[in-house]
């Protein structure tokens, strides 16, 4: 009892702790059917030929040494007329200078071939060596050496060029594809802005139903959270209420018990005292009797037989007037009702906030309708339109340039892999005849076949030549202009700052107002804010007429909604603990006298015996003084006495003593809890009066607690939504990023994965062709290693046959 009590004033002390929300909005899922239709990124794929074409880049970049001819393409663009050649030169003198040595190369090598052909026919190159030496067999050494080592490098070459032209051909199909793709793709991104936009906003549906769900739990969760937080300080107030119900009952059973006990008790004295008088005088009178032997020494107990307690003294206790009700019955019931009142106190309210999403999603609406791209991007579709139909009969004609080139580049490849077996086959062979050779001037057939073997990859070489040199001079040109002239600027962005320089380019490719961007903006700056991912309003002049942070703002849609949840004060009405009528009962029970009644009395009369002497004693006695007894008349009355005060003990004086006993343990209890009574129901009546008056006011602010925490989760879910509504918009829907991406699309597709390729195959196929000209010198020169010497014979005939020369005798002058 005194632990509830303590309990209670801790509850009642200690101030209402603030509840931390634990209603945590969860992270929205929402559905982006908009990314089918993006521009997918290309990147530049690391390749083993990657040093092969920066060597070529560097090579460009030693021929091309000149910036970007802005004057030259400013006069090209607007007056074609007024170029001249002389600064068209200016700025390609590399390649002037590259086209002269191939020039020289297409006439000398050819003529040279002529001129070999003629030597041959006259038997004057390509023969056989007049004399052996012991420096031949070095001098062959070196020879094959150097043409091993020429061809090896053709060999390398001619395989690299194989690879990039066949890396060529697999980029250019699905690179001029991608052209017309790309523009196809742009056009229908700001095509189905409008349809995006509505996706977006469809989208609600995901928080307007999280939110509906979340208002159903509502109510029962606020009455659930006012009970738990409210459970502990009322059911203290209940225990003790309980207890002070628990010592009105057991006061008014042992008040009961009092009263019963002590008129019994009254009633047995009344009802004894004649029949002991009685026995008092026959025991005396027998004990007087002379013939009683030795009785004299019994007869004072026998005189003292008198009636002990008296409880008739004592007084009556309080009146028993008061009910034994269960006081917290009715509180109890009336306090676990709050979940189901508060779910009837708020239905109204979250009726009218299901009302209110309806609300919600119409303004949301009109986020699609009063999106006001698509009367701007017009311009944009149309230059797409345009661009798409206009690229087609081009990118046609390079493909057919390119399968062109592709055979062109196949079939002369193979000449020089033709060239190469020849070689490899002339100086097997030749080598071969040499180590089978036993005279240096024998004729040996294998050697021979192998000096033929390389005439023939000599003669291949003299024939196309000149095409080698036409197909890479054709590349080269195209190739490195591309890479000089165009990727290169392209990557600098000096492209962007010439079409950006007013006046270079005409009026009829004015990008700005055919784009229809800001009159203060620029192409260069414009693909910045698209790469950087601004949106198409921000670029086409729509910042100022539609700024869309100003139309995502949580307030503009959940004003109503937050207006609603904190307007809301609900009553969830008094909790009575304690009906009048207990409370009347236990007033009553305090003032009941119950404290005033003198329980000493009772302790001190029940210290008394209800017979002054102990008639158990007594009767022992008797039963001992008849065994003394020589007469059997005196001893058979003594046995009958002592027989009666048996009978009297056991019949009247231990029921009396019983009641003594139920007396002491009513008395005992009631003199414990009277003193404190009064002031304990008084302490309860204070607390339960002082719980009912803070119920009230602490549900309300639990309430708002909870409201508080519930519009602060609902509000985060509008937020996810709307921060994805913007991001998507920006990034995928209404965004021009796409446009900044298909240009670096467009410089991948050109540059990494076709220029490159196509540059390292005019460079390799370029190798190929000059090492053919040592090549050319190396093979005719070895083909007379693997033929016989000639021996000079002593003849007539001319001095290939004479391998001796016989000085003339000359007559001696004196």
């Known amino acids: 009892m ?16 603030t509840q931390q929300c634990h209603l945590a909005g969860g992270v929205l899922r929402f559905t982006d059917r908009h990314a089918e239709i993006r521009v997918p990124a290309l990147h530049r794929v690391p390749s083993s030929l990657d040093p092969l074409y920066g060597l070529v880049r560097r090579c460009l970049d030693l021929i091309q040494q000149n910036p970007l001819p802005t004057e030259l393409l400013r006069a090209a663009l607007n007056d074609p007329g007024s170029v001249r050649t002389s600064q068209v030169v200016q700025y390609e003198l590399g390649y002037v200078v590259c086209a002269a040595v191939a020039l020289l190369f297409t006439v000398a090598v050819p003529v040279a071939g002529m001129c070999f052909c003629y030597c041959r026919s006259r038997r004057r190159c390509g023969g056989r060596l007049r004399a052996h030496r012991r420096s031949l067999t070095c001098r062959r050494h070196c020879l094959l050496a150097c043409l091993s080592l020429t061809s090896l490098v053709i060999l390398t070459s001619v395989v690299c060029a194989f690879v990039t032209s066949q890396r060529v051909k697999a980029q250019m199909e699905p690179g001029l594809g991608a052209v017309p793709t790309t523009l196809h793709t742009l056009r229908q991104h700001i095509a189905n802005i409008p349809q995006g936009v509505q996706m977006v906003v469809d989208q609600f549906e995901v928080p307007r139903q999280q939110i509906i769900s979340d208002l159903g739990g509502l109510s029962r969760s606020v009455g659930l959270s006012i009970h738990a937080q409210l459970k502990a300080m009322t059911y203290a107030a209940l225990a003790d209420l309980q207890d002070r119900a628990g010592d009105l009952q057991t006061s008014l059973h042992h008040l009961q018990i009092l009263d019963k006990t002590a008129r019994a008790l009254a009633s047995a004295r009344a009802e004894l005292e004649p029949a002991l008088r009685e026995r008092r005088r026959r025991v005396v009178a027998l004990l007087d009797d002379p013939r009683c032997t030795s009785c004299a020494s019994v007869l004072g107990r026998a005189q003292g037989l ?17 009910s034994a009700t269960l006081l917290s019955s009715q509180g109890n019931g009336t306090f676990n009702s709050i979940p189901e009142l508060a779910v009837e106190r708020m239905a109204q309210v979250i009726q009218d906030l299901r009302e209110e999403m309806a609300h919600v999603t119409e303004k949301v609406q009109s986020i699609a309708n009063s999106f006001p791209l698509p009367d701007y991007t017009q311009p944009v579709s149309e230059a797409l339109v345009k661009a798409e139909d206009r690229s087609r009969p081009y990118l046609r004609e390079v493909e057919r340039f390119e399968r062109y080139r592709w055979i062109a580049g196949t079939v002369l490849c193979s000449i020089i892999l033709l060239i190469l077996v020849c070689n490899v086959t002339g100086m097997a062979l030749g080598a071969y005849g040499l180590s089978k050779r036993e005279d240096p001037s024998d004729y040996e057939c294998r ?39 165009v990727c290169r600027n392209w990557v600098n962005q000096e492209i962007y700052k010439f079409i950006d320089t007013p006046g270079n380019l005409p009026p009829s490719m004015n990008l700005t107002r055919q784009l229809n961007l800001r009159r203060d903006s620029n192409l260069s700056a414009t693909y910045r804010e698209c790469k950087s991912g601004a949106g198409l309003w921000e670029v086409l002049q729509l910042d100022r007429s539609y700024d869309l942070d100003e139309h995502l703002k949580s307030p503009k849609y959940t004003a109503d909604f937050q207006k609603r949840l904190g307007d809301f004060m609900a009553r969830l009405g008094d909790v009575r603990l304690l009906r009048s009528e207990g409370r009347q009962d236990l007033e009553t029970f305090a003032h009941s006298g119950v404290d005033e009644v003198d329980y000493g009395r009772f302790q001190e009369e029940m210290k008394n015996p209800v017979v002054q002497t102990s008639l158990p004693g007594l009767a022992r006695s008797l039963e001992g003084l008849q065994k003394m007894q020589r007469n059997s008349t005196v001893a058979g009355r003594l046995a009958a006495e002592a027989q009666a005060l048996w009978q009297m003990q056991n019949s009247t004086v231990q029921s009396q003593e019983a009641l003594v006993a139920k007396l002491g343990e009513s008395v005992q209890f009631l003199s414990r809890l009277a003193p404190h009574l009064q002031e304990r129901v008084k302490r309860t009546l204070a607390t339960t009066a002082s719980v009912e008056a803070r119920l009230p006011a602490q549900a309300q602010q639990i309430l708002r607690q909870e409201i508080g925490c519930f519009t602060r989760k609902e509000l985060r879910y509008f937020t996810q939504y709307l921060n994805w509504v913007g991001q998507t918009l920006r990034e995928d829907v209404a965004s021009c990023q796409p446009l900044a991406t298909a240009l670096d699309n467009g410089r991948v597709i050109l540059c990494d994965r076709i220029a490159d390729p196509w540059n390292a195959f005019w460079f390799s196929l370029g190798c190929c062709t000059f090492f053919l000209i040592p090549n050319i010198i190396f093979a005719i020169r070895l083909t007379k290693h693997f033929r016989p010497i000639r021996n000079r014979l002593i003849s007539t005939g001319s001095e290939e046959t004479c391998p001796f020369h016989i000085p003339r005798v000359t007559a001696l002058k004196l």
């Open 2 to 17: 005194r632990a509830a009590g303590l309990l209670l004033a801790w509850v009642l002390l200690r101030p209402v702790a």
């Open 306 to 322: 008198e009636l002990g307690a008296d409880y008739s003294k004592v007084g009556d206790g309080p009146p028993l007037s008061c």
């Open 447 to 485: 050697g021979e076949a192998g000096a033929k073997f390389l005439l023939v990859g000599v003669g291949l070489a003299f024939l196309f030549s000149w095409l080698l040199i036409l197909l890479v001079f054709a590349t080269f040109l195209v190739g490195g202009n591309i890479q000089t002239l």
